[in-house]
């Protein structure tokens, strides 16, 4: 049939049993709805305007909604606090079955710490880094609030099957997590909505070797270059991942020979530079060595982009024996209570504290911002997913985006360096 | 907005969207990538109220004061990125319609399921200046600058868009289907 992994996922999804082909319009059957519940309008409000007088009737199937209070866990204010006892008791009226509740924790994390998504299937979330799900070779989109209602009712929704784009990523093993470099760098060379409505078909030497860790900052990024999807191959490392966490059959998910592609990207990690992207858009990207010297007040590893092991695994290793810098504040954030138990477990946060670091509880909050605001005039260097003015407070603060190393590094200098100045990069 | 357009409790107003009226307005202009947090800071300001006196502040800190009713957005590439956050706002301070050179699609997305007016043009910034007056005739498939004639065509919705957009958004079309699914 030459189907791109888009074409076989939506046809595998759509409701008439008919193949789709790139641009068709279709209705699909969804596999499983991760709901941020709350927010400044929450679903309950949605579905009364609606003319749901009693708020949501039903959700469609009680097994295939997952609840997870990640942005306001624990909460900063009564407010919050209100509005989770809400999503409780919605939980319960609507039988909702799988609800974290008192985990703090990045929910895309935790759908991937519970094996809450397989490969093969269409997951969708009213979170834009839902997209992340591709790691696992899962469909993982981002959808609207109002989407997800719609959804929550009838178990489908309306697509339209994108176009695909291949990335190759060619290039050796590193000793330190290479995926936000990859992606910044992309961002900058073909501009930060290269992948527009596509969806992104990783692939290349590199890929083998890329741990779960990195696939997930990989594809979670997917929507920062604006695409749909953005999926891994399924591979031994993903059955590895899996086997450890859902015992549910699925079926995986590849192009096949001849399948179209609108474009094809091959990169060379290997001759690619330590990047950062500059104030104030992810697209605005330079090597590292254009910024060096560049005084920071803060610094940041966490989010659904980089709170993960291998993430805060780096930074310990740049800062075993050595202290951050005076007047820096390092804050790491882990994405998962799961993820912050095997950094504990490995010693990392015994050589983070001694280093000088502040660990953050799991979740948003140090990329929303709820944690860890700028002043006028400071600036911050972070390994979490966006860098829009104002992201962290003040409109007068500069944000740079970069990888855990190079943030490490700029820790423990006190501004922007090149890591290979302290770090022996290999 | 039909003349039924009615306010839910947090003062967003509803109703269907009638594709079929011709607008005409004048023009704020903005560049590429615009994101979500600009347009909606809702984590810095969580009313809407509040929205109001902020939304696109950090692109052009006089359009929330200066901004008026019957005015539509013209932006560049890839507007509205970033997060899944609905432009709500923009219809409150009253933009008429948003047309862009393209659209980050959480945010077409969120436009279609609220019917907020937006519309793809490619080559909309080459045809009109900030403070031009702008037509966007979608039966006709056209957006014209009124003062110098110059005109492109704008991107038709599928039928099942279209659709949503009359029922007044997706939750509004989920309200009828669920209704006639379980009073037949």
């Known amino acids: 049939m030459n189907q791109t992994i888009a074409e076989k996922l939506f046809s595998r999804h759509n409701l008439t049993g008919k193949q789709v082909r790139a641009g068709d319009i279709l209705e699909a059957r969804i596999d499983g709805a991760m709901v941020h519940y709350h927010a400044n309008e929450p679903m309950h409000d949605l579905a009364v305007q609606a003319g ?144 527009g409505n596509l969806s992104i078909e990783y692939s290349g030497t590199l890929v083998p070797g890329l741990s779960i860790d990195s696939r997930m900052c990989l594809s979670a990024h997917g929507v920062e270059v604006g695409a749909k999807l953005a999926v891994f191959p399924f591979d031994e490392t993903t059955r590895a991942f899996l086997a450890k966490r859902t015992d549910r059959a699925y079926e995986s998910i590849a192009a096949d020979a001849g399948a179209h592609y609108e474009r094809e990207i091959v990169l060379d990690v290997d001759t690619m530079p330590f990047v950062v992207a ?70 990392l946060v015994e050589t983070l504290l001694e280093a000088g670091a502040q660990v953050v509880t799991p979740g948003c909050g140090v990329c929303q911002p709820k944690v860890g605001f700028l002043s006028d005039g400071e600036a911050c260097i972070t390994a979490t997913t966006r860098n829009f003015k104002g992201r962290k407070g003040s409109m007068k603060a500069d944000i740079y985006l970069a990888g855990p190393l190079t943030v490490a590094a700029a820790a423990l200098a006190g501004s922007i360096v090149n890591p290979k100045e302290v770090f022996d990069v290999a | 907005m ?3 357009a009615k306010q839910n409790s947090l003062g967003v107003r509803q109703g ?5 009226r011709v607008l005409r307005g004048r023009v704020w202009k903005f560049g590429d990538s615009i994101e979500t947090d600009a347009i909606n800071p809702y984590y810095r300001y969580p009313t809407m109220e509040e929205l109001k006196q902020h939304t696109m502040e950090a692109y ?71 403070g031009e007056t702008l037509e966007v005739d979608y039966p006709a498939g056209i957006v014209r600058n009124v003062a110098t004639g110059a005109s492109i065509e704008l991107r038709k919705f599928p039928p099942l868009i279209e659709e949503i957009f009359a029922s007044g958004g997706l939750p509004e079309f989920a309200y009828q289907r669920y209704q006639r699914e379980t009073t037949r």
């Open chain 1, 52 to 195: 749901f007088k009693d708020g949501l009737p039903r959700v469609w199937d009680r097994d295939r909604v997952f609840v997870l209070l990640d942005h306001h866990q624990p909460t900063l204010s009564q407010k919050q606090a209100d509005e989770n006892a809400l999503i409780r008791r919605e939980v319960e009226r609507l039988g909702i079955r799988c609800f974290h509740d008192s985990e703090p924790g990045i929910a895309h994390q935790m759908m991937a710490d519970y094996g809450l998504m397989r490969p093969g299937e269409l997951v969708v979330g009213n979170d834009s880094h839902t997209i992340s799900y591709g790691a696992l070779n899962t469909g993982g989109t981002g959808i609207t609030r109002a989407d997800m209602l719609y959804v929550l009712l009838f178990g489908e929704l309306w697509f339209q099957v994108p176009q695909s784009i291949k990335v190759v990523l060619n290039g050796r093993q590193r000793n330190y997590p290479v995926a936000k470099d990859i992606i910044l760098y992309l961002a900058g060379k073909y501009g930060d909505d290269f992948a």
């Open chain 1, 278 to 347: 500059k104030p104030h858009q992810f697209g605005n990207v330079s090597p590292v060595d254009e910024v060096a010297g560049r005084p920071i007040q803060q610094a940041i590893i966490g989010s659904c982009a980089n709170g993960r092991f291998e993430d805060i695994e780096i930074a310990a290793r740049v800062l075993k024996g050595r202290k951050v810098a005076k007047g820096v504040r390092f804050l790491i954030s882990p994405a998962s209570q799961q993820v912050y138990l095997q950094c504990v477990k490995a010693g």
């Open chain 2, 2 to 4: 039909s003349p039924d």
């Open chain 2, 16 to 20: 269907s969207l009638d594709l079929n």
């Open chain 2, 60 to 130: 052009r800190p006089e359009f929330p004061k200066e901004v008026k009713p019957g005015d539509i957005l013209v932006a560049g590439r890839n507007f509205g990125c970033g997060s899944s956050r609905p432009g709500l706002v923009l219809r409150e301070v009253g933009i008429v319609a948003i047309v862009a050179e393209s659209v980050a699609r959480l945010f077409l997305r969120n436009s279609i399921a609220r019917a907020i007016p937006i519309f793809m043009a490619p080559g909309i910034t080459n045809i009109v200046n900030d």
